[in-house]
């Protein structure tokens, strides 16, 4: 009796673990075309030179550091820019203006009709809005007036001093494109940082398929217990 019992409690958590395997996630974090992968699954952060206010002619991103001023990168990210020296340990002050960068990652096909849902926390100085696909997901924040000084970067989020995270959805099977629009509003220091997650979940049909299966085996593994 003790024998097919421990059959049933194998069994029932090979179902579950099969139904958990179905579901997938994909890591994403910001790091320089200069730099490794660090195990994430989208593509380097590159700069888009000719829709950006500095148009250096170049996609090349470096990894900068954040010195004692901006909040430490999340997770395994590093903060990107188009030029090491935009950073609070660099020398290069960044003109007001819009700084364009993107990264892509891919959706398998076999996630067809998953639910997709992401996940981005960001830092950037001085704001950032981002957009998937064309569609904005992250709105900047406010221009420079009576409520949002800019004395160091946005006085409130997204800036570069607590980490903002936010859902998101319109996720598409196959190539996605997530691009952030850094706002340098009052000079000086510019960067990017962001971590995240896109998670796929088999959609309710494919659920029920695997727990009919479950109950099948439940229930034959009852009745052979019945027999003993």
């Not at 949002?148 to 570069?160: E, I, K, Q, T, V």
């Amino acid at each position: 009796m003790r024998k097919y019992r421990g059959y049933l409690a194998i069994t029932t958590l090979f179902f579950s673990g099969l139904v958990s395997a179905n579901a997938s996630t994909i890591l994403l974090a910001s790091y320089g075309t200069t730099a490794a992968n660090p195990g994430v699954g989208n593509t380097a952060t590159t700069y888009s030179p000719f829709t950006s206010t500095v148009n250096n002619g170049s996609d090349a991103t470096y990894n900068i550091s954040p010195g004692t001023t901006w909040h430490a990168p999340v997770a395994g990210s590093s903060y990107v820019s188009f030029s090491p020296g935009t950073g609070p340990t660099g020398n290069f002050a960044t003109p007001n203006g819009d700084y364009m960068y993107k990264t892509t990652f891919n959706v398998s096909a076999a996630d067809a009709g998953a639910t997709k849902v992401g996940t981005l926390t960001v830092l950037a100085d001085d704001t950032v809005s981002v957009f998937l696909n064309g569609v904005m997901i992250l709105q900047s924040a406010d221009p420079m007036g009576a409520s949002n000084s800019y004395s160091l970067c946005s006085d409130s989020g997204p800036n570069c001093r607590t980490p903002l995270t936010f859902s998101f959805y319109g996720i598409a099977e196959g190539l996605n494109e997530l691009t952030f629009d850094v706002k340098q509003v009052n000079g000086l220091n510019e960067g990017l940082d962001y971590y995240g997650s896109v998670s796929t979940v088999p959609e309710p049909a494919s659920l029920a398929l695997f727990g009919t299966g479950l109950l099948g085996i439940v229930g034959f593994s009852r009745r052979l217990l019945a027999s003993r």
